[in-house]
């Protein structure tokens, strides 16, 4: 009998993910360190970079069509394969999101309880002082959270000079503090994006939200386009790009393929990618949308995972709706990163202390970081190779 085990276990095939060494930049495995992304000037050699590293910016519509309709379990195998190419996958980005302004957007997202379109429970509300939102950041920072994000209820900046300075400072005292830092605030004029970049800004949030087919169903206020100018914006200015969608609008499967499809072609893939699950909000006209199967959110990240394969997929709002063991199938399909704290918006999110019980009881790990200098090693993997070595 342990002869035939023996047998069989020689015929088994090993998977090992090669060791991703440290590039020129300074980036290393398990980093969320792409928060300086190259100039645009410097766009072609980005590109042939990416190339050779396997990074593609040439995929057909129908090639990822074809690896979401592909049969799950073998999708999430090929996943999880990528993902330990290009990052550390015992490392969860724990991310804060605060509102810094709440409600009264002239935007008619269809999802939204903060459109004034709409009679919602939330209340609009002004800008939030500077000093709450640093002490939400330092207790954000105490709970183990490396990116602290900040967004406000606004189409765009048009006539909020007083406000934009305002949050000028924020971006610099939470910079100052050794944590990323994210802002959401609408469209963006280049300008604007540049003096984000000066006082600090790690990354700026901008959703597709879907595919260019389904977007005009779901928000009629603001194009396609004018997001893609925004997005192009804040690559130029040197800000990393994160930029996903919401799963639930009342969209078909080509639509979140046409989601990711189009990020794919982007001159650098978003740093980051979040996959939101709506969360019905009364009032609003998706009040009434069904649940989203979680077999569509591992789908979609999944996907996501392989034709973005160095970008941070971030499981989003509507996490808290779906179980520790569903969670945990997604973080195998590729998902690195969560939201995590108090609130997120104006939907419920997950508690710090829950969360890091939970990444425990799976061996995972927060990431790091960029601005610290911890040991990037794999728990275990030096004692690994040294035993090899021996």
């Given amino acids: 009998m342990a002869l035939r085990l023996s047998l069989a276990a020689a015929r088994r095939p090993v998977v090992a993910a090669p060791r991703v060494a440290a590039a020129s930049t300074g980036a290393v495995r398990g980093h969320a360190v792409a928060v300086d992304p190259t100039p645009a000037s410097s766009s072609s050699s980005s590109l042939a970079s990416d ?3 396997g990074v593609r910016h040439n995929w057909k519509r129908a090639e990822v069509q074809a690896i979401y309709d592909g049969p799950l379990m073998e999708t999430i195998f090929r996943a999880a394969s990528v993902h330990r190419l290009h990052h550390d996958a015992s490392r969860i980005q724990l991310c804060t999101l605060m509102n810094i302004k709440t409600g009264g957007c002239t935007e008619d997202c269809k999802y939204c309880s903060q459109s004034s379109s709409y009679k919602t429970e939330t209340k609009a509300s002004r800008l939030v002082a500077i000093e709450p939102v640093l002490e939400a950041a330092r207790k954000a920072k105490a709970n183990g959270s490396t990116r602290f994000c900040m967004g406000a209820a606004w189409r765009d900046l048009a006539g909020k000079k007083s406000g934009f300075e ?22 963006l004029s280049p300008d604007q994006a540049k003096r984000l970049k000066e006082a600090g800004l790690s ?11 389904f977007y005009p169903e779901v928000i009629t206020t603001r194009s396609y386009d004018d997001r893609l100018s925004t997005i192009d914006a804040v690559r130029n200015a040197g800000i990393s790009v994160c930029s996903g969608g919401i799963l639930g609008l009342g969209e078909k499967a080509e639509d979140r393929v046409g989601l990711i499809w189009e990020v794919s072609h982007m001159p650098e893939h978003p740093e980051s990618f979040p996959v939101n699950t709506l969360v019905p909000i009364e009032g609003t006209p998706l009040e009434g949308n069904d649940p989203v199967p979680v077999q569509t959110v591992l789908r ?23 179980s520790e063991t569903e969670q945990a199938m997604a973080f195998m399909a590729g998902a690195n990163a969560i939201f995590t704290g108090e609130t997120m918006l104006t939907t419920p999110c997950t508690g710090w202390d829950a969360d890091k019980a939970m990444l425990d009881r799976w061996g995972l790990r927060g990431m790091r970081s960029f601005e610290d200098k911890e040991s990037v090693e794999v728990p275990g993997e030096a004692k690994a190779e040294a035993a090899v070595s021996a």
Avoid: W
Avoid at 308 to 316: N, Q
């Fill in 300 to 322: 979609t990240i999944a996907t996501a995972r392989i034709v973005l394969p160095k970008s941070i997929i971030r499981l989003a709002a509507g996490r808290h709706t779906f």
């Fill in 51 to 53: 190339a050779q590293s």
């Fill in 203 to 213: 990354a700026y949030n901008h959703n597709l939200d879907t595919s260019r087919e």
């Fill in 166 to 187: 305002k949050i000028l400072k924020m971006v610099s005292e939470v910079r100052a503090m050794d944590m990323e830092v994210c802002t959401t605030l609408g469209m």
